[in-house]
């Protein structure tokens, strides 16, 4: 969550330090979505670990956080869709990351 007057390239590093005690980089352009409905602007980072940080180092470090796993971008697990979860925004997000291996979604901007 951001704290008050807190940027959220801020909060992102601190939240991911908070909950999984790991440095990470950022590796893509910010995307910004307006919502219309709830009313609210959502940030989605692209992030990557910092050097010398390994997969396997990474662990929960909080309660709130119950496993961590990964994924192969191509091999990525079916996400449940509901209105304003990630689901909605992540083809997007593929499609800015590897745009030579996921189609840009025409629609998504549009909600």
Do not use: C, K
């Amino acid at each position: 969550m951001l704290g008050w007057s807190e940027e959220p390239e801020v909060a992102i590093h601190r939240e991911v330090a908070e909950e999984l005690g790991i440095q990470v980089v950022e590796t893509g352009p910010l995307v910004i979505r307006h919502r219309r409905r709830p009313r609210r602007m959502e940030y989605y980072f692209s992030l990557g670990l910092r050097s010398g940080v390994t997969p396997e180092s990474v662990a929960p470090a909080s309660p709130e956080i119950e496993e961590v796993r990964w994924f192969d971008v191509d091999d990525l697990p079916r996400l449940e869709r509901r209105p304003g979860n990630t689901s909605e925004v992540l083809p997007m997000l593929l499609a800015r990351r590897f745009p030579e291996r996921f189609p840009a979604p025409t629609d998504i901007l549009d909600r």
